[in-house]
């Protein structure tokens, strides 16, 4: 055998190890799959039910979340989750239709998901965001909110509460 082949086979072993971290990470995330009614509660706002779609997509490699809400104060948006081949990490890429693009560092484990904003990205970072939300225990209903901080995640601010209900 020669050096090649070994090097072939090493990078295959490599390849199936940290897939099968990344493999483990997806699967995780299979209880978002499927249509939700996004029911958010801005303060001052009459909110009406949004609808949420989560969709795997690419040979279920990455997670796309797709949300429209007829109301001109919350945009529509798409955002795609990945994950870190080596260590299962997540990550989430959002954009909206306001033109807004930005990067959340992402956990989701034990039920909780979490969104975390703290580093400027693709657009400025006049303040910091984070999202936790709780899976409910039969996977039907997500409650979370979403809170945001202006003076370095010194203090956080509740700034307003979605829950997705499994709409199929």
Request: aromatic share 12%; hydrophobic share 35%.
């Amino acid at each position: 055998m020669g050096v090649d082949d070994r090097r072939a086979i090493d990078e295959e072993e490599m390849f199936t190890m940290d897939g099968s971290a990344r493999q483990e990470a997806l699967e995780r995330l299979d209880v978002l799959a499927g249509e939700w009614v996004v029911e958010a509660d801005f303060p001052g706002l009459d909110t009406p039910a949004a609808r949420c779609v989560f969709e795997w997509t690419l040979d279920r490699r990455f997670l796309v979340q797709r949300t429209e809400i007829s109301l001109a104060e919350a945009p529509d948006s798409m955002a795609i989750i990945a994950t870190d081949l080596e260590t299962g990490a997540y990550t989430q890429h959002y954009f909206d239709s306001r033109g807004v693009a930005r990067l959340y560092a992402m956990s989701f484990a034990g039920g909780v998901w979490r969104l975390l904003r703290e580093t400027p990205d693709f657009s400025p970072l006049d303040f910091r965001q984070r999202f936790t939300g709780q899976v409910s225990e039969d996977g039907t209903t997500i409650r979370g909110s979403w809170e945001t901080s202006h003076d370095d995640s010194t203090t956080w601010e509740h700034d307003f509460t979605l829950t997705y209900r499994r709409s199929g």
